[in-house]
C-alpha cells in the first residue's frame, strides 16, 4: 500500500487505512481542509466572467460588474446611447411620412422667407393644401 501523503510503500494495519502514520493522515486532512477553504474563498470573492464590450474575460471584483475595465464599461454606454438615438430617430423618420399629420409636418418649414410676398404665398399655398381655405 502506498501511502497517499507522502507516496512510502506500507503495510496497512486495517482495511481502509490510506496513510502510513497518524501524521501523515493529519497532514492529509489539514491539506485538504485548506484546499476546501480555498476553493470556497475563491468561489465567493472570484468569480471569472466576460466583458460584454470586448468580451475578455477577468476576474470580477464587485457585485454589478460587466466590464472588465472602465474603459470598457464608458465605451458600452457610449454605443448604448448611440443605439438608442438611432433607434429613436428611424421611429420619428417612420411618423413623418407622407401619411401623418402632426406638429411639424406642415410644408412652411422652420424660418420664415425674407421675402414677405414669398411667405405670404408659401402660407397659401400650405392652407389650400392642408383644404384649410377653398
Ligand atoms: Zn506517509
Ligand atoms: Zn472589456
Redesign the pocket.
Known sequence: MICKQCGKEFTPGHGNQKYCSVECRSKSKNLLDHQYYNTKKHEKTLEIIE?E????K?TKNHGNQK???I??QYNAELEKNADYRMKSYHKNKKRGGDKFWGVGSGGLGPHRHNDPDLELLKIRNELKRLNLVK
Open positions: 466583458c464590450y470586448c468580451h475578455k477577468f466590464y472588465c475595465s474603459d470598457c
